[in-house]
């Protein structure tokens, strides 16, 4: 177990000590969006995948806020929406349609994060987009995908059209609606999720400033795409740099999500 996953002091009788590890990273991610101000009352979603052979996800039940998420309430579902622990919650609706499109085709996608937040759905509201602008947003725009909105995800229909706009990418701009990254650990998608969601913030912020912006040259941006393309050093870095201080910081402030 790297120093990355949260380790448990008691796994429950009826899970692996795997899918608990994963339950407590999931958790600690809910309450960290909470705590960065990204949550949306009971709505948006993060899940992950529960390791194993079986294509089982494990996504927030419905009606709870994400500071109130713990690793135990979470409910588990399989690619047909049948929940497959006990809970008086639901899932929602929309958070399936989505987190199930991509966990059936993205074999790495431990985890998948889907927000609302300000400067997120501004940006992706935006016909300009996400631009690479600053060294912040070049961390995302390499490895940037979009989607057109076709309303509140009900349609399982949709499925196929976000599976074959997120193609290889691990980050999305959901078009007028919103952000959503992709990682193969709960702690590299919401790295990714973080330097997203600050790239949003600093172009809605630019362009207050008015419409001339100092230029980046080309050849700095190609630099860049081929620094942060490094997949390996990316997860490396979230897992062994990012995520455990950050699990630090939940546990001085709150270490129920672990329950």
């Known amino acids: 177990m790297s120093p990355a996953e949260a380790r448990p002091k008691e796994v429950p009788a009826n899970m692996t000590e795997a ?22 009352l009971v709505d948006t979603h993060i899940s992950a995948r529960v390791p194993g052979p079986e294509h089982h996800f494990l ?41 199930s499109a991509i966990h059936e085709v993205r074999e790495d996608a431990a985890c998948v994060i889907h927000l609302h937040t300000l400067d997120g759905v501004a940006v992706s509201s935006s016909a300009e987009g996400l631009q690479p602008v600053n060294q912040i947003a070049q961390y995302v725009t390499h490895d940037l995908a979009y989607h057109d909105y076709e309303g509140i995800a009900l349609d399982h229909d949709e499925r196929p059209r976000l599976q074959r706009d997120l193609g290889a990418k691990n980050h999305m701009l959901l078009r007028n609606h919103g952000t959503l990254t992709v990682g193969r650990s709960v702690a590299s998608a919401f790295e990714r999720m973080y330097q997203l ?48 201080p950050l699990l630090r910081k939940l546990d001085r402030i709150d270490p129920s999500y672990r329950t």
């Open 19 to 40: 899918e608990w590890s994963q339950r407590v990273n999931l958790a600690a991610a809910y309450r960290l969006v909470a705590l960065f101000g990204w949550d949306d």
């Open 197 to 244: 969601e600050r790239a949003c913030s600093i172009q809605v912020r630019t362009r207050t400033l008015g419409p001339a912006v100092y230029p980046v040259q080309d050849e700095v941006v190609e630099k860049n795409a081929k620094l942060f393309q490094n997949a390996d050093r990316a997860e490396l870095r979230s897992t062994q740099l990012v995520w455990p």
């Open 59 to 99: 996504i927030n039940p419905y009606g709870l806020l994400f500071e109130e998420i713990t690793a135990s309430s979470l409910v588990k579902v399989d690619l047909a929406g049948n929940q497959l622990t006990e809970s008086e919650y639901r899932i929602n609706p929309a958070g399936f349609t989505i987190h």
